[in-house]
């Protein structure tokens, strides 16, 4: 039998309690609230990797891919499956090439805005 006086024990006595809330509390909490959840404003999400660098080998060419972001498989032999291989791989490149392709999308918005 338990005694509900007893004070309830920490499953880790000692331990630091983590400062996140636990994964899927955000979206559980935005639908709680009506919102939307986390993901729902960022422009990646729903994206690959093939998606974003094709985008951006049409956009810039890859000459000027090559140019704003100096790595090899931009610049020699480059190719959209040479460079999904070295992404992947890669965590600085990946971060990089998401960078640009967030800039692009920021001019995109930028030129549509002005001709209106």
């Not at 006595?13 to 939307?36: F, M, V, W, Y």
């Not at 986390?38 to 049409?58: C, F, K, M, Y």
């Not at 992404?87 to 930028?110: N, S």
Request: glycine share 8%; with cysteine.
């Amino acid at each position: 039998m338990s005694d509900d006086k007893t004070p309830r024990q920490d499953p880790a006595p000692g331990l630091p309690k983590p400062d996140h809330p636990p994964r899927g509390a955000a979206t559980r909490a935005a639908s709680e609230r009506g919102g939307q959840p986390a993901q729902a404003r960022n422009p990646l999400h729903g994206l690959t990797l093939e998606a974003i660098v094709t985008a951006l080998a049409d956009h810039y060419g890859w000459d000027e891919l090559g140019h704003r972001i100096p790595i090899r498989c931009f610049n020699v032999d480059p190719s959209v499956g040479s460079s999904l291989k070295f992404l992947r791989k890669t965590p600085w490149a990946r971060e990089k090439v998401e960078g640009l392709y967030l800039f692009m999308l920021r001019e995109e918005r930028r030129a549509g805005s002005q001709k209106s």
